[in-house]
């Protein structure tokens, strides 16, 4: 699976949007971005994923870029209860499923 | 609602005292995983089961070992716990190895070797 980079930490005030970004400059064609969180001391929960169009759901929206190296998370409003450890995972379409973590970007959200 | 649940969430042994951990899903999912997350690190793949397909990580120690008697429960057993295998341990399941197959977690049993 391709490698990830993303910031260690970032802070959103309350009530704004935060944009949490990630690169993947090895992507190949046949990967998956997947995002999922951890909040502390709970599973990791699934938010989204995307191939290269960009997707939304009732969590976040994700934005890849054109050619596909990096992409953007993002939280139209952020809560208290976002407070939480985000990864971006890139996935083989076919072959291994194992979800391979990086450290992840803990995101901070601020009253 | 239908979900993936972890007994206990602590778990506390002794050194070298067999140890087992249950996972349960209602999720009807074909594919069930188990995760090591030690503290403050990202959670890594032990193995997974696809039904009764049992695939091991090529980097998990033998100490660790797994059942799956149905498709609802999958067991942890770790043999000899020792003092690094203090961590959360999480299960996962996915309906199936199907390509944009979304893994789902439990809230995860924190285990305590002393």
């Known amino acids: 699976d391709a490698k990830t980079t993303q910031p260690t930490s970032m802070d959103c005030a309350e009530g704004r949007a935060a944009n949490l970004p990630c690169n993947h400059s090895?992507?190949?064609?046949?990967?998956?971005v997947y995002w999922y969180r951890q909040i502390h001391s709970q599973g990791p929960q699934y938010i989204i994923h995307?191939?290269?169009n960009n997707e939304t759901n009732e969590m976040a929206s994700l934005i890849i870029t054109e050619d596909r190296k990096s992409s953007t998370l993002i939280l139209p409003h952020a809560t208290l209860r976002d407070t939480a450890v985000y990864y971006c995972?890139?996935?083989?379409?076919?072959?291994?499923?194992?979800?391979?973590f990086g450290q992840g970007t803990r995101l901070t959200i601020n009253p | 609602d239908a979900m993936v649940i972890q007994n206990p969430r602590y778990q506390v042994t002794q050194f070298g005292k067999p140890v087992t951990l249950s996972c349960s899903q209602t999720?009807?999912?074909?594919?069930m995983y188990w995760y090591q997350q030690k503290s403050s690190q990202a959670p890594k793949l032990l193995f997974h089961y696809y039904d009764k397909d049992f695939n091991n990580e090529a980097d998990t120690p033998d100490n660790f070992q797994s059942r799956r008697p149905n498709t609802s429960f999958c067991f942890l057993d770790i043999r000899s716990p020792g003092l690094g295998d203090a961590a959360m341990y999480l299960c996962?399941?996915?309906?199936?190895?199907?390509?944009?197959?979304?893994?789902?977690f439990g809230p995860g049993t924190r285990l305590l070797v002393l």
């Open positions: 995307g191939l290269k």
């Open positions: 996962a399941t996915s309906r199936d190895l199907a390509p944009g197959e979304t893994q789902y």
């Open positions: 090895t992507i190949s064609g046949n990967e998956y």
């Open positions: 999720l009807n999912h074909n594919v």
């Open positions: 995972i890139v996935r083989l379409i076919q072959g291994a499923q194992k979800l391979v």
